[in-house]
């Protein structure tokens, strides 16, 4: 069903709905017009199979880059199980689960986004737009983001140093003993 027609049942849904309803008690006044209008646009949702919700998932492993699928480690999280952490040197995959209201996957179009720029994660989406791979750059924080136009799921991520990679030893001027 298109959008055009989600939206005209589901007006004509929510004002039979509404209409059954017991009235006499209440006077008739614009709040009845505003739950009209919030019931017919859950309906029109409910009736173009739009995700109810998007749930964000982070990778249960981080891989060093370029060399994926190099050494792998334990995805560093909050206590939440988002919020990620890792080093300039990794990259770590989000998966996006579109779900309806009662848990069932949809199909749906994705987009994926940071809000740095560039300047701190590198975002390459999959080809069928379900995960998205970030890649660390620089060391910051930027905040990814997933949405399908009308609903949004986003997270944090947060770059660190990696470890030492070299030590260079630069000797100092040459001069006399006391």
Same mark, same amino acid.
């Given at each position: 069903?298109?959008?055009?027609?989600?939206?005209?049942?589901?007006?004509?849904?929510?004002?039979?709905?509404?209409?059954?309803?017991?009235?006499?008690?209440?006077?008739?006044?614009?709040?009845?017009?505003?739950?009209?209008?919030?019931?017919?646009?859950?309906?029109?949702? #409910?009736?173009?199979?739009?995700?109810?919700?998007?749930?964000?998932?982070?990778?249960?492993?981080?891989?060093?880059?370029?060399?994926?699928?190099?050494?792998?480690?334990?995805?560093?999280?909050?206590?939440?199980?988002?919020?990620?952490?890792?080093?300039?040197?990794?990259?770590?995959?989000?998966?996006?689960?579109?779900?309806?209201?009662?848990?069932?996957?949809?199909?749906?179009?994705?987009? #994926?986004?940071?809000?740095?720029?560039?300047?701190?994660?590198?975002?390459?989406?999959?080809?069928?737009?379900?995960?998205?791979?970030?890649?660390?750059?620089?060391?910051?924080?930027?905040?990814?983001?997933?949405?399908?136009?009308?609903?949004?799921?986003?997270?944090?991520?947060?770059?660190?140093?990696?470890?030492?990679?070299?030590?260079?030893?630069?000797?100092?001027?040459?001069?006399?003993?006391?």
């Amino acid at each position: 069903m298109d959008a055009g027609d989600a939206r005209l049942e589901g007006l004509r849904l929510a004002v039979e709905l509404h209409a059954a309803q017991d009235r006499h008690s209440v006077p008739f006044h614009l709040s009845f017009h505003a739950e009209v209008i919030g019931t017919a646009g859950e309906f029109a949702r #409910w009736l173009e199979g739009r995700p109810h919700h998007l749930r964000l998932i982070p990778a249960p492993y981080t891989f060093a880059q370029p060399a994926f699928p190099g050494p792998a480690t334990r995805t560093k999280t909050g206590d939440d199980g988002m919020s990620v952490t890792m080093s300039d040197t990794q990259e770590v995959t989000y998966a996006c689960e579109p779900e309806d209201s009662k848990g069932f996957a949809t199909s749906d179009t994705l987009t #994926w986004s940071s809000d740095d720029g560039g300047a701190v994660l590198m975002v390459t989406p999959a080809a069928d737009g379900l995960s998205c791979l970030f890649a660390a750059v620089a060391p910051g924080s930027a905040t990814i983001s997933v949405t399908d136009g009308t609903l949004s799921a986003s997270d944090l991520v947060t770059v660190t140093p990696g470890g030492v990679a070299s030590l260079v030893i630069t000797p100092g001027a040459v001069t006399d003993q006391p």
